[in-house]
Every structure is written in C-alpha cells, then in structure tokens.
C-alpha cells in the first residue's frame, strides 16, 4: 500500500462546477498538508497549506483535514479554464526540512 | 510566496555526456533543497536531500555515482548527470523549504533530453 493515495482522474468538469479533488494516507505522523497545482512542464505551484483538521478557504479553494479518517480534500468553487492541471498532495511528518510525500496527481480539465 | 530558479530549464545533451543543473534560492537561505525526477504524466519521485555543508542523502535506488548532488553555498545546490544515456531523459525538479516554515517551494524544472 502506497503511503498517499491519490484519485488518478482524469476529471473533466463544465466551467463554473464545484471540484473535489481527494487523497488518503496511512501513516498516522502525517501532521503537515499541502495541495500543489502543476501546469504541463512546469514546476508544482503551492496552493494551500494545512496543519490542523478542518477547513481552510482561500478565494476559490478550500481545503480540507481530517485526521481521524486519514483523508485530505481540495475544493475548487466557480472553476475556470484556468484551473486545468494537475493537482498534487504532498504530506510530511516534522516541521521544518522533511521531505514530503507526494500522491500521483489528479488531472482535471475545466471546459468553457 | 519564496522564489526558486532552475538553470537550465531545457538541455539536450549526447549520451555518455555529463549534465549539471543549478537549483537556488532567490529570496531566502536554504540549508536544504529537493531534486525530484519526473517522468510524464507520474508523480514527483524524490530522488535525494541536499544538505549544505554535508553529503546529500540518496533515497533508494539512486545511484549515487551516477547523480552527483553539491550544495555550495545556502542559495545553490547543484544536481550533475554523469554519463546521461537515454533513460535519464526526464523532468528534473528542485524544491526547498522556507525556512521556520513548512511550506515548500519548488523551482521552474529542467527538461533533460538525452540523444
């Protein structure tokens, strides 16, 4: 078993639809969560960065912690064009320099 | 958010060639930086840890003859392909931690293309 599992998609969606984009991890020392957005042949851009269980908003995205069930979501409100890429989780267990543990993306592509 | 550049950002090079690709950090120090390896459409395979000042750390299965890591300074890390053959054609990526935060910063990508 993969330590983060990530949906493959991909996931097409009509512009202006609500996305859910979900991972699940099995190591309990996960206390660090992050949502990377990557354009084709481009490096990862971070998206949102968590610590807690709960949500947390910023514009059109949310995310989403919960430890007790091991699984982290990314919503996307209003989604655009633009919003086409592919999104990352990545998760790390210290503060600081750990190095992080990716899931294998999700692809999504938002059409006009 | 922290700014990391990648040198260069498309290289093609012959096989048994050697290839160096610069990470750094613009706006802050980095005592640690990522390289990551790529291949289309698959996720980031973390490939070894750069530490200023000491040897990197290779993960499993990376050789490490073969990947040569030197962090020169605490703005440059530099990742240098010995003896490229075609398999070593990929999407190679840096990343480095903000430091006193969590929050990693990944650089642009270097396209290594081997003939």
């Known amino acids: 078993q993969k330590e983060v599992e990530q949906d493959p998609g991909p996931l097409s969606v009509p512009e202006g639809a609500i996305v859910s984009l979900n991972c699940t991890y099995s190591?309990?020392?996960?206390?660090?969560f992050m949502w990377y957005r990557q354009y084709s042949r481009k490096g990862p851009e971070l998206l949102m960065y968590t610590y807690s269980s709960g949500n947390k908003e910023d514009g059109r995205f949310t995310a989403q912690v919960d430890k007790s069930s091991k699984y982290i979501s990314l919503f996307i409100r209003d989604s655009q064009p633009s919003d086409s890429a592919t999104y990352l989780c990545?998760?790390?267990?210290?503060?600081?320099?750990?190095?992080?543990?990716f899931g294998t993306g999700t692809r999504l592509q938002v059409f006009p | 958010g922290a700014v990391v550049s990648q040198h260069p950002s498309w290289v093609i090079c012959k096989s048994g060639t050697s290839v160096k690709i610069e990470c750094r950090s613009l706006?802050?120090?980095?005592?640690?930086m990522f390289w990551y390896r790529q291949f289309p459409k698959q996720s980031l395979m973390l490939m070894a840890t750069s530490n200023e000042g000491s040897k990197a750390t290779y993960e499993q299965g990376v050789e490490k003859d073969k990947f040569l890591i030197n962090h020169a300074s605490l703005t440059l890390s530099t990742l240098t392909v010995t003896s490229a053959h075609p398999e070593d054609s990929s999407f190679y990526i840096c990343?480095?931690?903000?430091?006193?935060?969590?929050?990693?910063?990944f650089g642009p990508g270097t396209r290594l293309t081997v003939t």
């Open positions: 706006d802050f120090q980095a005592t640690t």
């Open positions: 190591n309990s020392a996960f206390q660090y």
């Open positions: 990343s480095a931690p903000v430091p006193g935060r969590n929050e990693q910063y």
């Open positions: 990545a998760m790390s267990a210290e503060l600081g320099t750990d190095k992080l543990i």
